[in-house]
């Protein structure tokens, strides 16, 4: 039997991505780690609905996953270069022979 998100818990999960999207703005990254588990929280625990959705709710989900996706593209727009620096500082010093004999 196929289940479906409620359109209600959809439009939660839209609501948090915006929230999202503004604490990637400001680079509040507690902040967004906190919502992204609303979000997956909202994602994992709803049981659904078994009844297929109306044409409106199909429109107005495809409308809130569109948000969602773009929503998504933004966040990654503000973390991606965070994630690249925080990886390039865990990155361990080169070990050439070349760069060890400059620490002589």
Request: glycine residues 2%; charged residues 30%.
């Amino acid at each position: 039997m196929n289940r479906y998100i409620t359109l209600s818990d959809l439009e939660s999960m839209s609501t948090l991505s915006a929230q999202m999207v503004e604490a990637a703005r400001d680079q509040d990254w507690d902040r967004l780690w906190s919502l992204e588990q609303e979000v997956a929280r909202l994602r994992d625990d709803t049981p659904g609905s078994s009844t297929a959705p109306t044409a409106a709710e199909r429109n107005r989900r495809i409308t809130l996953m569109r948000q969602l996706l773009a929503d998504d593209a933004e966040i990654r727009r503000h973390t991606e270069p965070w994630m690249q620096a925080v990886q390039a500082w865990l990155k361990p010093a080169p070990t050439s022979p070349s760069a060890r004999g400059r620490d002589r």
